[in-house]
């Protein structure tokens, strides 16, 4: 890619969509407490607070597709080799490191060690590898989002959508289901640069609001119906949990509706300056939390204790967890970036990332002009 172009270059941080960034991390990190910590397992089902642990984990579901969104809003279509370099090395170390200080604690498996050598491919972290994928294909995203219509692109992202949330058997049949594949982060990108190209923030303050909770309610109220039905003997015409994929038309709407509405944030003054010291840690955060070590000592079936505790009691408790994940990963994380600017890994990676780009060059040299 031309760098020189202006088109391609990157577009100036929006502090509500880093802002954003933040929010999205925040929920995958509840979303992850709830699910692997046992909350959507412990209590009697059908009954009023497992009703409520659904509810808050479908309002938590739809993180993964505003990254989507973020990349695609704020990409460059640039390729560069550091950057992926830098994505492998840092995932490397926090699995490597993460492995070997907590190996105290439990057992180590081989496989822990496989993915903490190669995260990249790993099942585990399903994500990084998806988003590792959707950075070696932005480059061609982005020039199809510069060379097609206004019209062109809105029916090619109509027509994926109709594809992929409607027709389930579509999405199977391209290994797409529940959304968990590079080929749905593709379409998020474009949905994202879309956005960038031709949206605009939300008019109303209320309206994008009630859409998302509409939306997630709507999601965790139709699992809690096929719960209530199933525990009856009624078998549901739909699966209860076939409206908390990603790529579910509630949980795009929704995340969509929420994007939207962070558009219209500017924020300025001291939470501009936290926004900027913390969105760089939050792919750190997610690194950390998720690492199957660390999730298995700290976070996996760890939160079965607040079946005893009184109803009003949970909430705060589960918030208190939530913090405590949430900073401490980001506390990891901030040493983790002291510590690589302290070794120079950057420029290390910058390094190796210029070496690739110029074997890359020599093996692939561009055409010439034609006259």
């Not at 956005?195 to 509409?214: I, Q, T, V």
Request: aromatic content about 10%; proline content about 6%; some cysteine.
């Amino acid at each position: 890619m031309n760098a020189s172009n202006p088109s391609m270059e990157k577009a100036p941080r929006h502090m509500g969509i880093e802002l954003l960034r933040i929010v999205a991390t925040g929920m995958i990190v509840l979303h992850h407490l709830l699910a692997h910590g046992g909350l959507l397992a412990v209590f009697p089902s059908p009954g009023p607070t497992d009703a409520a642990m659904r509810l808050l984990n479908a309002f938590a579901y739809c993180a993964v597709n505003l990254y989507g969104l973020i990349s695609g809003y704020g990409g460059s279509g640039q390729f560069r080799p550091a950057r992926l370099v830098g994505l492998w090395v840092q995932a490397w170390f926090t699995g490597v490191v993460l492995t070997a200080l907590l190996s105290p604690l439990t057992p180590v498996t081989a496989a822990d060690w496989r993915t903490a050598l190669l995260p990249i491919g790993s099942q585990e972290y399903w994500y990084l590898t998806a988003y590792f994928g959707l950075y070696v294909l932005s480059p061609a995203l982005h020039a199809a989002v510069e060379r097609l219509s206004r019209r062109q692109l809105t029916l090619t992202l109509l027509g994926c959508a109709v594809l992929f949330t409607l027709t389930p058997s579509a999405a199977e049949s391209l290994s797409l289901s529940g959304g968990y594949h590079v080929g749905w982060l593709c379409v998020l990108y474009l949905l994202g640069a879309w956005l960038r190209r031709y949206g605009s923030p939300a008019r109303s303050n209320w309206k994008p609001l009630l859409c998302f909770f509409l939306c997630v309610g709507i999601a965790g109220g139709w699992q809690i119906a096929a719960l209530l039905l199933k525990a009856r003997g009624i078998t549901p015409l739909m699966d209860g949990d076939q409206l908390l994929h990603y790529n579910s038309p509630l949980m795009l709407l929704a995340s969509l509706a929420l994007f939207r509405w962070f558009l219209r944030l500017h924020p300025s003054g001291h939470l501009e300056r936290f926004i900027r010291w913390a969105a760089p840690l939050t792919l750190g955060v997610y690194l950390i939390h998720d690492q199957p070590v660390f999730r298995r000592v700290f976070i996996v079936l760890r939160l079965t204790g607040f079946s005893g505790l009184p109803t009003l009691l949970i909430p705060p408790a589960l918030l208190s967890v939530w913090l405590v994940v949430f900073a401490g990963s980001a506390a990891l994380e901030w040493l983790r970036v002291r510590l690589f600017a302290l070794c120079r890994v950057d420029r290390l990676c910058q390094r190796a990332g210029d070496r690739l780009t110029a074997l890359a060059c020599r093996l692939l040299p561009e055409e010439k002009a034609r006259p």
